[in-house]
């Protein structure tokens, strides 16, 4: 993810693999800061379908945190 300083804007969403074709759901739209919190606040099933989109890119949560 390109676009990493706290106060950038991300998309935080949820991506549904079960359902056909996928479904996504955005659980937050605002400063990179608050959704790596609330990203945080999932039950850990949740968290391995979060993604956080920026303007320019996409990065899966848990690939975030681990790096």
């Known amino acids: ?3 990493t300083y706290s106060e ?3 998309r935080l969403y ?3 693999g079960a359902s056909e074709g996928g ?3 955005t659980l937050f739209y605002g400063p990179l ?3 790596m919190q609330i990203a945080a606040q999932q039950p850990e099933d949740t968290q391995e379908g ?3 989109a920026t ?3 996409v990065v899966a949560y848990l690939d975030l945190i681990e790096g």
């Open 55 to 57: 303007d320019n890119d």
């Open 14 to 16: 949820h991506l549904d």
């Open 8 to 10: 950038a804007t991300v």
């Open 33 to 35: 800061s608050e959704a």
């Open 1 to 3: 993810m390109r676009t």
């Open 23 to 25: 479904a996504a759901e």
């Open 50 to 52: 979060l993604f956080l």
